[in-house]
T-cell receptor, first 116, second 111 residues
Framework: DAGVIQSPRHEVTEMGQEVTLRCKPISGHDYLFWYRQTMMRGLELLIYFNNNVPIDDSGMPEDRFSAKMPNASFSTLKIQPSEPRDSAVYFCASSFAQGNSNQPQHFGDGTRLSIL | RKEVEQDPGPFNVPEGATVAFNCTYSNSASQSFFWYRQDCRKEPKLLMSVYSSGNEDGRFTAQLNRASQYISLLIRDSKLSDSATYLC????????????FGRGTSLIVHP
């Protein structure tokens, strides 16, 4: 079975450039999550979608970050302009709800982002 | 935001040892609980769900204590391959589904 697919796996770019991270969730999953992980702050939830609608974006650090989910099989996380402090591993995860219970999330391989 | 706390460790144990981790959460309106494992430079992977009655999967046992608001993970007969970071996850209920990860507990199993 195909899992969560993220691209690119690695991204190195200069500060000020626009960065776009992509995610394809597992088919049939109606929740999609974007996380950022650093040594200092651990795994942080940035935003999540339910049925393509953003539900909670309180974790998005600032206006330079934006996320979209135009359809059930695709989401993007954009950083514009990028800064060195945005360097981190960005994970996408998906899950589904079964009755009143939310099932566990499945993670993609992550994108290692380095902003020079 | 709701809090999930874990002892970061590291827990340094010999092969064959039994080791236990706890994870405390701050909000009683929690819905579901999971343990994840994360290897260095890899994504978190689901280890096991945590059920109210407790559950076991081979050498791993997970328990939930709602009264004291913590979950635990017990690993028996530790293997070198168990070395990883173990993350607990709490999903909050109450109209908004917000999964919250702990910072993780590092386990090092040595020969």
């Amino acid at each position: 079975d195909a899992g969560v697919i993220q691209s690119p796996r690695h991204e190195v770019t200069e500060m000020g450039q626009e960065v776009t991270l992509r995610c394809k969730p597992i088919s049939g999953h109606d929740y999609l999550f974007w996380y950022r992980q650093t040594m200092m702050r651990g795994l942080e939830l940035l935003i999540y979608f339910n049925n393509n609608v953003p539900i909670d974006d309180s974790g998005m650090p600032e206006d330079r970050f934006s996320a979209k989910m135009p359809n059930a099989s695709f989401s993007t996380l954009k950083i514009q302009p990028s800064e060195p402090r945005d360097s981190a591993v960005y994970f996408c995860a998906s899950s589904f709800a079964q009755g009143n219970s939310n099932q566990p999330q499945h993670f993609g391989d992550g994108t290692r982002l380095s902003i020079l | 935001r709701k809090e999930v706390e874990q002892d970061p460790g590291p827990f340094n144990v010999p092969e064959g040892a039994t080791v236990a981790f706890n994870c405390t959460y701050s909000n009683s309106a929690s819905q579901s609980f999971f343990w994840y494992r994360q290897d260095c430079r890899k994504e978190p992977k689901l280890l096991m769900s945590v059920y109210s009655s407790g559950n076991e999967d081979g050498r791993f046992t997970a328990q939930l204590n709602r009264a004291s608001q913590y979950i635990s993970l017990l690993i028996r007969d530790s293997k070198l391959s168990d070395s990883a970071t173990y993350l607990c996850v709490v999903n909050w209920s109450g109209g908004s589904y917000i999964p919250t990860f702990g910072r993780g507990t590092s386990l090092i199993v040595h020969p």
